[in-house]
């Protein structure tokens, strides 16, 4: 049977979403337009994502690139299709809203997910995400970009930069 087109609803065939399970998930602007190169709409999604009071969902690590968004999603009585929609809604209500549209969509429908094992390196994943900017070429380190977060600065834990 041949790879079904991409948006096919037959992707999310078998999506499963598990209470306590952390999930690497990407998302992409539509047609991969870089609305967040710009400081102000970066800016204004950023904001919602660093002080997202999210139920069913605790967001462990995120970046927000030019034209795509990647993060640790940890379930906690949501499911994870029901997360991103919050996730994409915020910060598009909060883009259009600086860029002064209405009516546009920011996101391209669907996401990619990745339900991480139990041998997987939790903070191993957490400085993949956040040096995206860096393997993108954008900045040199990681602190020097201002597009992330990640839940273990306030523990004390030191990203690699």
């Known amino acids: 049977m041949p790879y079904p087109p991409a948006g096919s609803e037959r ?16 998302f992409a602007t539509k047609g991969r337009e870089p609305i967040f190169a710009a400081w102000e709409p970066a800016y204004a999604a950023a904001r919602t ?13 995120w970046v927000l690139m030019p034209d795509h968004w990647h993060g640790l999603l940890e379930l906690s009585g949501g499911n994870l299709s029901t997360a991103v929609r919050c996730l994409k809604g915020r910060s598009a209500r909060a883009a259009n809203g600086v860029l002064l549209r209405t ?3 920011v996101w391209a429908d669907g996401f990619h997910d990745r339900a991480l094992r139990a041998e997987d390196d939790l ?4 400085r993949y995400i956040i040096r995206n900017p860096v393997r993108a070429g954008i900045v040199t380190r990681c602190g020097a970009y201002s597009f992330w977060n990640a839940a273990w600065l306030d523990r004390g834990v030191k990203h690699r930069g």
Request: with cysteine; net charge positive; aromatic share 8%.
């Open 11 to 26: 992707l999310r065939c078998g999506r499963h979403s598990e209470q306590g399970r952390t999930y690497l998930v990407t």
């Open 49 to 61: 994502f660093a002080a997202l009071p999210a139920p069913g969902f605790r967001l462990l690590c």
């Open 103 to 105: 009516g546009r969509s």
């Open 123 to 126: 903070l191993d994943t957490a």
